[in-house]
């Protein structure tokens, strides 16, 4: 079984800078496909950053140049760094793992591909 606990989500203005991290507790399987999800009230949720086997990063057009997607290995934390926040930004994030995937820095795996989901941490972000 996989854990997976987020935190670092927060209430900042517009052109804000927060860091969310998800901390990996694993028992039986071991993880290297690991992405972050948000989602608004009455959304589906939607993929923001992976980082695949190979530690390729993947964003989505969206977020490029302000969001940054890492993992510290040794430390089993997944890191999203997100700068130049917007109000567009504010939702709830979430982390997600995988035993494996890969992306070949273009594909995004779907959210079904991803069977382990942390709690969420919410971010909001004010004009």
């Known amino acids: 079984q996989v854990q997976l606990v987020e935190s670092g989500g927060g209430s900042v203005q517009a052109g804000g800078t927060l860091r969310l991290s998800c901390v990996v507790s694993?028992?039986?399987?071991?993880?290297?496909?690991m992405g972050w999800f948000r989602q608004a009230p009455g959304k589906e949720r939607a993929v923001v950053a992976v980082?695949?086997?190979?530690?390729?990063?993947v964003v989505i057009d969206s977020v490029k140049g302000r969001f940054t997607i890492s993992r510290d290995n040794a430390k089993k934390t997944l890191y999203l760094q997100m700068n130049s926040l917007k109000p567009d930004d504010t939702d709830m994030y979430y982390c997600?793992?995988?035993?494996?995937?890969?992306?070949?820095?273009?594909?995004?795996?779907?959210?079904?591909?991803?069977?382990?989901w942390g709690q969420g941490t919410q971010v909001s972000v004010s004009s």
């Open positions: 997600a793992a995988a035993v494996w995937c890969r992306t070949l820095g273009t594909n995004i795996p779907p959210q079904r591909a991803f069977p382990y």
């Open positions: 694993e028992y039986r399987a071991s993880v290297t496909c």
């Open positions: 980082i695949d086997s190979d530690d390729t990063p």
